[in-house]
């Protein structure tokens, strides 16, 4: 029986090429009329001018602005669908780009100042948002290229569910950069006189940009309901790092992994907004994956990437909000840009657009990494009676018992890490080479550079530990900064050939959740594969995403956060690298199954708070959770970007909480933005063994029971318990 | 002037082993043996790295289908396909 509350869509805001907000978006579809053009967003020389891009034109974007254009995409769509209701409790983004628009432009001109890139990290652009509209909860950014935003709507799916949150701003965005435009220019996905989904002569994607948000509610009271999201589906093809599985096996997956979730028969279904990018080969992998799912009944279909670009992390969210709209308006979009059908795809697409009731739409993305996500939204009245968000359900999420640990610092692995502490040494520093040399087969990582090689490493010491002999149900991976050194090469060559040429491989590598696709690959892991990317608290939300899982029925759950130190851009970009006297990198991962009587350690998410720079969150957070007696310790990670007020927070903290000793752990265990995930394996053995080899004198642990807080512009906590 | 000795052939050889970061050497690089496929275990994104780097030094593009399946049927023919097409001056 289905027993999930609901989840209604109560708001919607769209910027896209050709419409900047909803009412614009609702002629454009119907009367489509392609708006593609050169970019003006960057320069853009020689034959590379000749390729359309899906450029937004509003008047806000054209005056100069301190913030990067993605942030602003997305303040412009947010504002929209938050309208002068409420501020929402929690927000869940998908981004790929953050602010690398304006880093490409300071690196072109040389600018070494940290301040000029202070708005590069892909959770900036929700942070921004959070402090705008005064949110206070959780705070998510995911980035699983371009099924993004489509896996950000499955998450706060999720958050809303237990009743984690009530109110949740849900969605992505994505401006215009040379790394985008170039990259997909260089795999030769650029179509010369724009995308043509499903036509015969398709010849590749237009690069567009913009923001879509949903409005997610549980309880949306007195406010209109436009439609529910009736279930959501993510899986990962493990099959190749760019290329879709012919057959579209991991794409068939999700969508019946949806359609499961809601609780419907492909019948149900009455209209399909296909990935659709126009490239050859994802519109026939996705053709034949439709076929597995409907069988000869397939519903009405179109693309409207031939109207809006490929929006890339932003799509999943701009074509939930034509899903919502077609569900409203009784209207099937047309597959913009076709003339004449691929006869192999055997498909008949919506050719005008057309008006016919629809009770329920399935949204398809998918992404680099083969990360597949679907949505299924259909009307308020198609979901059947379920109980209320607000009764008998428990706001904290299931602790997990670590079935498994592995962690990489300066010192080695977890035994040699946990050893050096113990003897009173300090682990900073980078991960020696020799660490993650043979993390898989030499063919398997003759193209992978430093972070995926650490992160195969983790995940394949992890996974081995845990004796499993299948792989996990569930992947969730942080890292702040992704794949650093393959954007470095990438833009550098790039630079170096007037912007002519540059490696694709570096491009495809480049993508933060291409690790993870990696990991996936390695393991056979078709499960759903998670990436956040918010700057030091990404361990959590990953943690959080495998919670949330965990809690829905996954049995089994590979978390992991790790971060690869770039000698050029890590400076730049993260505060803790440029101020530390020792840089550092490396990262820890974990197999999670559900709490048992099996003795060991157990994780828990506890909470996410925002406000201030972590003070004051940090401090309501604790108000919220934490109970006298419960804990031996607080372990706190301490970012050095904060400074003085770091020293001002705990202070604070050593006011409000006397009883609980407070353990600063990023001097002895590095200042890296995934160190907590390092933290938090060193945590799982000291409440086992009863010391925590941490701070200036190992401490007794009597109670077996830490809280780990990680301090920053939101605070996040976890508790650590045998 | 035999395969083995085709100066062009065995900086072609360099390059590919460099740029694909093959677990052999240059030497080991049979001039003869298709380039697509089991053989070297190069795949689609190795393709459009040679396609970069091939336009990038030779100034030859390699842009569609039929021109990839001659210029990649072995290491011999990338490099006979280089000099058909390669500009008088380098770019």
């Keep these: ?722 | 002037m035999t395969e083995q000795t085709d100066p062009l052939v065995a900086e072609l050889a360099r390059k590919l082993v460099e740029t694909l970061g093959l677990d052999m050497t240059a030497e080991a690089v049979d001039p003869a043996v298709p380039l697509i496929g089991a053989g070297l275990g190069i795949d689609s994104i190795d393709t459009l790295e040679l396609v970069v780097m091939i336009e990038k030094d030779y100034g030859v593009k390699i842009d569609n289908r039929a021109a990839g399946v001659e210029a990649f049927a072995s290491l011999a023919a990338l490099a006979d396909f280089i000099r058909q097409r390669r500009p008088a001056s380098p770019p």
């Design chain 1, 1 to 722: 029986m289905n027993t999930r509350p609901k989840v209604f869509v109560t708001g919607l805001g769209v910027i896209c090429a050709g419409a900047s907000d909803i009412a614009e978006l609702r002629r454009l579809l119907l009367a489509p009329a392609r708006r593609f053009q050169s970019s003006t967003v960057f320069p853009v020389a020689g034959e590379s001018a000749a390729l359309p891009v899906a450029q937004v034109s509003a008047p806000d974007l054209a005056e100069a602005d301190v913030l990067p254009r993605t942030h602003r995409l997305a303040m412009l769509a947010a504002r929209q669908a938050i309208g002068d209701g409420p501020a929402p409790d929690a927000i869940v983004l998908g981004t790929t780009t953050g602010g690398i628009l304006t880093t490409e432009f300071a690196l072109q001109a040389g600018v070494t100042s940290p301040a000029a890139y202070r708005f590069h990290g892909l959770d900036t652009v929700a942070d921004y948002l959070a402090e705008t509209l005064g949110v206070r909860g959780p705070v998510l950014t995911i980035s699983t290229a371009c099924s993004s935003a489509a896996v950000a709507l499955s998450v706060a799916s999720a958050l809303l569910r237990p009743g984690l949150a009530r109110r949740v701003l849900a969605g992505g965005a994505d401006s215009l950069c040379r790394l985008t435009f170039h990259g997909f220019r260089q795999l030769q996905l650029v179509a010369a006189r724009g995308a043509t989904p499903l036509d015969v002569n398709r010849a590749g994607m237009t690069v567009g940009e913009g923001a879509g948000f949903l409005l997610l509610e549980s309880d949306p009271g007195g406010r209109s309901m436009l439609a529910q999201v009736a279930g959501t589906g993510l899986s990962c093809d493990a099959y190749h790092a760019t290329s879709p599985h012919p057959e579209g096996r991991g794409a068939a997956l999700a969508m019946q992994r949806a359609l499961a979730e809601a609780g419907f028969e492909p019948s149900a279904i009455d209209y399909i907004n296909l990935h659709g990018t126009g490239t050859v080969d994802n519109d026939a992998a996705e053709a034949r994956a439709i076929k597995q799912v409907f069988g000869d009944k397939v519903p009405a279909l179109s693309s409207t990437k031939g109207l809006t670009g490929h929006t890339l992390a932003a799509a999943g969210a701009i074509e939930g909000v034509i899903a919502v709209l077609s569900l409203t308006d009784g209207l099937l979009p047309a597959n913009t840009g076709l003339e004449t059908v691929d006869p192999k795809l055997d498909v008949a697409p919506v050719r005008q657009p057309t008006r016919s009731p629809v009770r329920a739409v399935l949204s398809n993305s998918f992404g680099f990494g083969g990360n597949n996500a679907c949505v299924v939204l259909c009307q308020p009245s198609q979901v059947n009676a379920v109980a209320d968000a607000r009764t008998d359900r428990p706001l904290a999420l299931p602790a997990l018992r670590v079935a498994a640990a592995a962690c990489l610092s300066a010192r080695g692995a977890l035994d040699d890490t946990w050893a050096a502490l113990v003897a009173a040494e300090k682990v900073a520093g980078f991960v020696p080479d020799a660490c993650f040399a043979k993390a898989a087969p030499a063919a398997f990582i003759r193209r992978l550079k430093r972070l995926p090689r650490l992160m195969l490493a983790l995940a394949q010491t992890a996974h081995t530990a845990s004796g499993r002999s299948t792989p996990p149900d569930l992947l969730a991976v942080g890292t702040a900064w992704g794949p650093l050194a393959e954007t470095q090469d990438f833009l550098r060559k790039l630079s170096e050939t007037g912007d002519q040429f540059s490696s694709p491989m570096d491009f495809i590598g480049s993508v933060h959740n291409a690790p993870a696709g990696q990991v996936a690959l390695l393991l056979g892991a078709q499960a759903p594969n998670l990436t956040c990317s918010a700057g030091d608290r990404s361990f959590e939300q990953a943690l959080l995403c495998a919670s949330l899982g965990m809690a829905a029925g996954a049995r089994s759950a590979l978390v992991m956060a790790a971060e690869a130190y770039d000698a050029q851009l890590s400076p730049l970009l993260d505060a803790a690298a440029a101020t530390s006297p020792l840089a550092s990198d490396g990262g820890a991962a974990f197999v999670l199954v559900p709490d048992d009587d099996v003795p060991g350690a157990r994780v828990r998410w506890l909470g996410e708070s925002g406000g201030g720079d972590g003070g004051t969150g940090a401090i309501a957070l604790l108000a919220a959770i934490v109970a006298p007696d419960r804990y031996d310790a607080i372990a706190v990670s301490v970012p050095a970007a904060l400074g003085a007020a770091a020293d001002e927070t705990l202070a604070r903290l050593a006011g409000t909480l006397p009883d609980y000793p407070l353990v600063p752990y990023r001097d002895d265990l590095g200042q890296h933005a995934s160190v907590s995930a390092t933290a938090t394996a060193i945590a799982a053995r000291a409440v086992c063994e009863g010391v925590l080899p941490l701070g200036p004198i190992p401490l007794a642990l009597p109670r077996r029971r830490l809280l780990l807080l990680q301090l920053g512009r939101h605070a996040t906590a976890i508790e650590v318990f045998a």
